[in-house]
């Protein structure tokens, strides 16, 4: 299989304020030509969508969106914000099926999968998150749980899109899988991507995310079958995500 172009997302959940928008330029004076190579992209929190698509403009941070209602046309829905909206925004990526959004808000691989469909009507890449919970990993369920994820969750039709590995008792902590076991969730992911839709499986990036940082990024983005990472707090800052980015090999 060819090697597919690196993906280096940050996931800003809610944190940030206007203000906080000035580290995209902060973070491409820091990587510049060096990370051409690759795509790096931001998701703000909603309301700085549009602001942070202004603010990325004249570089080549892309800027994405967190989340998303599942009903793709507009519609009396006070609150909710569809893909087309954050399309509109300046967005051209979409998270969804977060692991936060799948245990706080409920989320099932069906929502997850409609909000994704939503994405593609948009124009947008969705970000389809998948990951098991300590327990399930404990009780020798983690192939089950993430390949049912990844068949569930994922599109039969549609546009491309990215799958993020992210185990969930590794989110926000001190703690990774070893680089083995990551290989072989990716390698799973794979497996299960080609029992879906066979050759374009090959066409998907498959993404680590679960408390990357400046100093085990390079040695994540070593393994075979990362194709990126999804970044959560260690992308807020330009210094710390741009140290991130500049260990993916393909930056050098």
Known sequence: MAALRPLIAGNWKMYGRRADLAEIDGLWKRVGASAR???????????????????????????????????????????????????????????????????????????????????????????????????????????????????????AEGGPFVIAYEPVWAIGGSTTPTMAEIAEVHALIRETLSGNFGARANETRILYGGSVNPKNAGEIFAVGGVDGALVGRASLKAADFAAIILAHPAAR
């Not at 892309?62 to 599942?70: F, L, R």
């Not at 399309?87 to 998270?95: K, P, S, T």
């Open 37 to 155: 190579a690759l795509d790096v992209l931001i998701c703000p929190p909603a309301p700085y969508v549009a602001a942070a698509a202004e603010a990325a403009k004249g570089g080549e941070v892309q800027i994405g969106a967190q989340d998303c209602c599942a009903v793709a046309e507009d519609a009396a829905r006070t609150g909710d914000v569809n893909a087309a909206m954050l399309a509109d925004a300046g967005a051209r990526y979409l998270i969804v099926g977060h692991s936060e959004r799948r245990s706080l808000h409920g989320e099932s691989d069906g929502l997850v999968r409609r909000k994704a469909e939503a994405a593609f009507a948009a124009g947008l890449i969705p970000i389809i998150c998948v990951g098991e919970t300590q327990a399930e990993r404990n009780a020798g369920k983690l192939a089950e749980i993430v390949s049912r994820q990844v068949r569930e969750s994922t599109p």
